[in-house]
């Protein structure tokens, strides 16, 4: 699979259960085409696990028969929250839960166990600006982008001139904890939904399966007696929510309008501030049958108010294959990471 004498960039892509790895030559092309996982042992600790991401370095070049002296840099992402440069935050994180994990600079202690340079984003700005070269291709460079990944929580990225934007801080993109006017989006008698981050309303307290299991499936059941739903756990039941909004639920589909008109006034906050080329949505609830993913990015696009000379040129549309999307996008900033060098990468003969 490998390109003889063709240097690459390595994507790790790091998630609370595994590692995916992906390799790109620096001519622009992906040598693995699916998943390549290993075990991500977070769980057992910060060293565990850095050695669990040069295992996965490891495994993808072999699979792939690149030699490891033709790589010139790596792309992490982890989940977050984390700053701009891969310290993981003070508070620590769901998949950080540990007191070792608290403060901790990931990108700074794979890049001393590799002895490479090391490029890290979090794993929704990842994701999105993999969605943002997939979708412009040879114009990436020159257009914008805002992407909303929903899962157990909601995140993001926004991505200007090709680039992730990543803010002072790291936080930029950070949408879930973007507070959104709720007026006409709650039903009558729905309370005001809380973020498990503690804000009142957020973009996140509705659009995420912690918000489908806290704030929109209890008051939804309450107004379907009977449903089958109310007999699960409510973690269960929020999981399978959207299997039933695939089957046309009536139930289901409330709860998925009110994510979806949650998106679009997340997007329409967007096109005031950054005025993006296209509007991405990834996440568990597009990874779903087309008839619903369809129907759900509609009307996202519905409740997202454009103003004509925007909608003339913006453009709606799926983070493409979210699993592997996070590996990819940090590859690509790896790349551009040694493009942007102030001297070219040495190429090894092959």
Not at 63 to 91: K, N, Y
Not at 304 to 310: F, G, K, P, W
């Amino acid at each position: 699979m490998g390109s003889a004498g063709v240097p690459v960039v390595v994507g790790l892509d790091n998630g609370g259960n595994s590692n995916n790895a992906t390799v790109l030559t620096v001519d622009g092309r992906f040598l693995v085409d699916g998943l390549v996982e290993i075990p991500s042992e977070v769980l057992a600790g910060p060293e565990a696990a850095i050695e669990a991401l040069a295992r996965a370095l490891d495994g993808v070049l072999a699979l792939t028969g690149v030699p490891r002296e033709l790589v010139r840099a790596v792309g992490l992402d982890t989940p977050g929250p984390a700053s701009a440069t891969g310290v993981i935050s003070s508070r620590g994180s769901t998949n950080f839960s540990q007191p070792a994990w608290r403060g901790y600079d990931v990108r700074g202690a794979l890049e001393r166990r590799l002895g490479l340079p090391v490029i890290y984003h979090n794993d929704g700005n990842a994701a999105a600006l993999y969605a943002h070269h997939v979708h412009f291709g040879a114009d990436a460079l020159r257009r914008s982008s805002v992407a909303a990944i929903v899962g157990t929580g909601l995140g993001g990225g926004v991505v200007e001139s090709g680039r992730v934007v990543s803010g002072a801080a790291g936080m930029a993109g950070e949408f879930g904890h973007v507070h959104i006017p709720l007026d006409g989006l709650l039903a009558p008698g729905q309370q005001v939904p809380i973020c498990a981050c503690g804000f009142v309303g957020d973009a996140e307290s509705v659009a995420s399966l912690t918000a489908i299991e806290r704030n929109l499936l209890p008051y939804w059941l309450g107004r379907y007696p009977g449903h089958p739903l109310a007999a699960e756990e409510p973690g269960r039941a929020a999981k399978l929510v959207r299997g039933y909004g695939e089957r046309g639920d009536a139930l289901a589909r409330e709860v998925f309008t009110q994510q979806a008109m949650a998106l679009g006034r997340l997007f329409t906050i967007a096109a005031n501030f950054t005025d993006p080329h296209a509007y991405f949505v990834g996440g568990g609830v597009v990874e779903a049958a087309p008839e619903f993913r369809d129907w759900f990015l509609a009307t996202v696009a519905e409740h997202t108010v454009l103003r004509a000379e925007q909608a003339a040129v913006a453009t709606f549309a799926l983070v493409p294959e979210r699993d592997m999307a996070g590996a990819r996008g940090v590859a690509i900033a790896a790349l551009e990471s040694l493009r942007a060098a102030p001297t070219p990468p040495a190429v090894v003969a092959g």
